[in-house]
């Protein structure tokens, strides 16, 4: 058979939060500079001049300056009348499109499988294409040589092809960091017609193009042989090459003056980057099994060989100086600086397995791995892992009878095992290594720089493998005929040994300290699945829920002190500290009592109506952190946790008469936020260059609207952005992740045209999400913005899509 697929979407931004226009920002702003004590920054001139702007296209919108430039930051009399929303600007729409072909065959004795796919996607930028294009293949023929050997081979190659502007090669954070805070009144382009250098429009049209490409080539190899009844002989041999080329090019790019002659905007000396990287990973498994079975006693046993090996090389060169054309390292003027380096390990671990179960009704299993690694000195290579379940199957006993019309299916198991982890941040942490800088002097020795070398860091030869013991207790049943089927498991897992950070040593010592594994952390949580599936007339459907839950708690740490600043024992991983909010003051006089209870000096200075009144938790009439540690953190206290809790997803399904639906939603029911930066305070407490304006940064107290959100709008001090109940969000979310609506076409009719089947879909994805999150970010990308500030990312994309599926 022969089956086709395609898929054509359409992604648009979600979610992006929407400016406030110039004329309302600088109103903002003007407040948050005389509230900071910095005085008026727009005369009521100049603020006409902008609200006039925003209605006459025909008004000038950039002034000259005593360097016939085009004024853009500094002098306010002649700043820009622009009306610009910069996310809208540079965010927008793109086309994707993807395919796939795939072919299956064969008889009894040998059967194969082909498939082709190639996807086109575009980037949400506007000005600057991003993009990527992969192309993938995938190949497994199966054979069966004799009664007792069958072979089986698969490959698959992908290769991956992103391009975008070099500019952003340093993260599209940096990038969306700077499109939120640039200010409004810039417009896009200047009197002549030229992008304006603050745009970063002529940057990422023109500034260099970063490209890369990682090829993966993934091949297996495996024989199983049954030589004698009950014995399977099985070998795997598992193969795969990564290799990744990275080019970026700086290109110098141009603003201009007022007379139209150009100066160089950035990248004055222009250059050309390559880097290229390739991996092999080889990895064999040999294993054999054998059952046997007397009466009601099954058994099985399982005992082999697993490896690991892995090598990998990269090279580095950068040069400066582009001559015209192709940038390459060939079409460059200057001397080269290069770089490059070899890494390798292997593992190797021998693992055995005992299954026995007695009439399907009691189940055991042991398994026992011990396994070595080359990252780790030979006294602490080799390390023994046991793992153990057991499970009684309840719906197989007689006294379950009576209710097996109902429950058919009842199991109840329970398990043991521990693990290791040799991926530490340090590929060979205990090897001491000399630093060495090629002519890194800063003297010469007959006219040339000589080398130089640097002692080494200390290092512990004790680092060995990380460990993760678990146990778990579950059921798992069915009922109704299986229509009704679930499963819960409660787990705790507890990882020991882990590499932390130096322990503290007296200052003599004269260098850094090593790491060690000194870290130990639980994690106690549970799973949930339940589903339904059944068939009414000509309408089948389903559902299907799962849920899930999980806390950490530090067991070790090296923070005796349990200083607030890192983890310490005792405390749960994602503890959000901060202070308890009492309210906004709405008054002088309100502040003025506030004050003569506590002393909030600690935190700032200058507090007035609109400010931020915090509760004194330790009754000592101050405001503060306390010596900042979890046993005298002053007015401090735990105020929510960061750890995502209470994950679910949820599958629907149905179908009618060739009509299907499937809808999927996901999310979080319990997590919290500490939000903070200027995504989330606008001008509170940013500073003028940190500062924007969203609009719903407008809801801040002022004379006019004393029941706002935010407190007032000030450029100084961190007064009223300190973490706090009052700013703590609620990162609950249930989004809409997916729902595709199909039909696939009558048999009778496709077959007449040879098609086995022939159905066409429409889907949405991200189309709708129910949270009380803040306006300033998505709930889904927390963490991922720069520096760590909500909302400065790549966004998330709304997408719609429809295509066909033909099988022949």
């Known amino acids: 058979s022969i089956n086709y697929n395609n898929s054509f979407r359409f992604d648009s931004p979600l979610n992006m939060p929407e400016m406030m226009d110039s004329y309302t920002w600088a109103k903002y702003m003007n407040e948050a500079s005389v509230n900071s004590g910095a005085g008026i920054w727009f005369t009521d001139d100049k603020l006409e001049q902008i609200k006039k702007a925003q209605s006459d296209p025909t008004m000038q919108k950039m002034f000259k300056n005593g360097n016939n430039r085009w004024e853009v930051w500094d002098n306010t009399p002649l700043l820009p009348l622009g009306n610009t929303d910069w996310l ?5 729409s793109n086309f994707s499109q993807e395919h796939t072909l795939s072919m299956t065959g064969g008889d009894d004795r040998m059967q194969y499988y082909l498939s082709a796919n190639y996807l086109d996607r575009g980037g949400l930028l506007r000005h600057g294409d991003d993009n990527t294009q992969r192309y993938a293949f995938t190949g497994k023929v199966s054979a069966q040589l004799a009664n007792w050997l069958r072979v089986t081979y698969n490959t698959r190659f992908t290769r991956t092809d992103f391009e975008m502007p070099g500019d952003l090669v340093n993260g599209t954070d940096e990038f969306y960091h700077n499109m939120c805070r640039y200010w409004p009144i810039l417009p896009t382009k200047d009197p002549n017609g030229n992008w304006l250098p603050e745009s970063y429009i002529g940057r990422l049209q023109n500034g260099g193009r970063a490209k890369n490409q990682t090829d993966r080539l993934s091949q297996q190899l495996s024989f199983v042989a049954t030589p004698v009844k009950g014995l399977t002989l099985n070998a ?51 294993f054999a099994e054998y059952s046997r079975a007397f009466g009601d006693h099954n058994m099985k046993v399982m005992g082999g060989f697993q490896s690991e090996w892995f090598r990998q090389r990269n090279v580095t060169a950068r040069q400066n100086g582009i001559m015209s054309g192709l ?5 460059t003027t200057t001397k080269p600086s290069v770089g490059g380096s070899y890494n390798s390990w292997t593992t190797a671990g021998f693992f055995g397995r005992i299954n026995y179960d007695f009439a399907g009704r009691y189940l055991f299993e042991a398994n026992l791995r011990y396994d070595g690694s080359s990252r780790f000195l030979r006294d602490n290579r080799w390390n023994l892992f046991p793992s153990f379940s057991a499970g009684w199957n309840i719906a197989q006993e007689s006294f379950w009878e009576p209710m097996a019309k109902y429950v058919n299916t009842l199991k109840l198991r329970a398990s043991w095992g521990q693990l290791g982890n040799q991926n530490t941040d340090n590929w060979y942490p205990f090897y001491p290594t000399i630093g060495f800088s090629a002519q890194g002097s800063n003297w010469l020795v007959n006219g040339v720089k000589p080398n130089t070398a640097s002692q080494p860091g200390l290092v512990s030869n004790t680092l060995t493998w990380e460990k993760s013991r678990t146990w778990e207790v579950g059921l798992d049943w069915g009922a109704f005929n299986n229509r009704l089927t679930g499963s819960f498991g409660y787990y705790q897992r507890k990882t020991f040994d882990m590499v932390g950070p ?12 090593p790491r060690v594994n000194n870290l130990d952390m639980t994690s106690k949580g549970w799973d949930l699945q339940i589903s339904w599936r059944d068939i009414i007339g000509e309408v089948s459907y389903g559902a299907s829920f799962v849920l899930s839950d999980n806390q950490v708690v530090i067991d070790k740490y090296p923070n005796p002190s349990k200083n607030l600043g890192s983890y310490y024992k005792g405390a749960k991983l994602g503890d959000i500290w901060g202070y308890t909010t009492l309210g906004i003051a709405q008054s002088q006089e309100e502040m003025d009592a506030h004050l003569k209870k506590v002393d909030q000096s600690a935190l700032g200075s200058g507090w007035t109506a609109g400010d931020i009144m915090y509760k004194d938790l330790d009754g000592d009439g101050k405001i503060n952190g306390g010596e900042g540690t979890a046993n005298k953190p002053g ?24 009509f299907d639906i499937k809808v999927f939603f996901q999310g979080t029911l319990k997590r919290d936020y500490a939000a903070g930066g200027p995504m989330f305070w606008g001008a509170t407490g940013q500073g003028k260059w940190q500062a924007l304006g969203m609009k719903y940064h407008s809801d801040y107290w002022r004379e006019d609207n004393k029941g706002a959100y935010y407190p007032r709008v000030s450029w100084d001090g961190g007064r009223n952005t300190q973490t706090q109940t009052r700013y703590l969000q609620n990162a609950a979310y249930a989004r809409l992740k997916n729902i595709t609506i199909g039909y696939t076409l009558p048999k009778e009719l496709t077959r007449k045209v040879y098609i086995e089947n022939l159905r066409f879909f429409v889907s949405g994805e991200n189309l709708l999400t129910i949270t009380n999150f803040t306006e300033a970010g998505d709930p889904e990308l927390i963490g991922a913005g720069y520096g760590g500030q909500i909302g400065k990312t790549y966004p998330l994309s709304k997408t719609f899509s429809f295509g066909l599926s033909v099988t022949f």
Do not use: M
């Open 502 to 513: 130096a322990p503290e040593l007296p200052v003599i010592l004269g260098a850094n300290p």
């Open 327 to 331: 940038p390459t390292l060939d079409t």
């Open 88 to 92: 809208k600007e540079q965010f927008g």
């Open 236 to 286: 795997e041999l598992n193969y795969r090459i990564i290799t990744h080329f990275n080019h970026r090019d700086w290109q110098t790019t141009y603003g201009y003056d007022c007379d139209n002659n150009p100066f160089v905007d950035q990248n004055e000396t222009t250059s050309v980057y390559e880097y290229t990287y390739k991996s092999n990973y080889f990895n064999p498994n040999l």
């Open 635 to 658: 007015d401090k206290r735990i105020i929510g946790n960061s750890t995502p809790r209470y994950n679910f997803g949820l599958n629907l399904d149905a179908a009618w008469k060739g």
